[in-house]
């Protein structure tokens, strides 16, 4: 059923000084009034019967009904929300966590214990000449390191270099 819900609102304000009214004055007296059309008694009786009218019981069950769908659309919407604020809540804690795990990484000292520079003439045989392939291995081995502090660096680990 479609309820006029502004037509039925206008006629209950129309009704309700006039039901007012006529709630004050015993039954004998309006029934005898009435007889004389034009008078303010003869317009709340109008005015009270298109309420009537409007208002009869499929009208109050149709707004019933209405009413009753509507709280259930709250209840699930309700229900909806405390699901999204648990979600919300589950992410925002992982998210602390993910931050506190990268915090702890970040403070971390990362130890590198290194071998000794003068270490690759142990590595090659007498014929060659070990003082400049050692001086070679030196080169090689700090411009590695220095690579390889830069990148620790550049992800945020602290170092720590051990001989």
């Given at each position: ?57 499929a ?6 009904d ?19 604020r ?7 804690t ?15 000292t ?10 690759a ?7 060659f ?11 090689c ?5 220095m ?17």
């Amino acid at each position: 059923m479609s309820i006029d819900k502004q037509a039925l609102r206008e006629a209950a304000e129309k009704a309700k000084g006039s039901h007012d009214r006529l709630s004050v004055m015993p039954a004998d007296d309006i029934f005898d009034i009435s007889q004389h059309e034009g008078t303010q008694l003869d317009a709340d009786i109008a005015a009270v019967n298109v309420f009537n009218e409007a208002a009869n019981p499929a009208t109050v069950l149709a707004l019933l009904d209405e009413l009753e769908a509507a709280e259930k659309r709250i209840a699930s919407l309700n229900e909806k929300l405390v699901d999204c604020r648990e979600i919300v809540s589950v992410q925002a804690t992982g998210r602390r966590e993910l931050r506190q795990r990268i915090a702890e990484l970040e403070a971390r000292t990362l130890t590198v214990k290194l071998p000794p520079r003068a270490t690759a003439a142990k590595y090659v045989d007498d014929s060659f000449d070990n003082s400049d392939l050692a001086s070679i291995y030196n080169v090689c081995r700090l411009e590695c390191e220095m690579k390889f502090i830069d990148a620790c660096a550049a992800a945020g680990i602290q170092l720590k270099v051990e001989e």
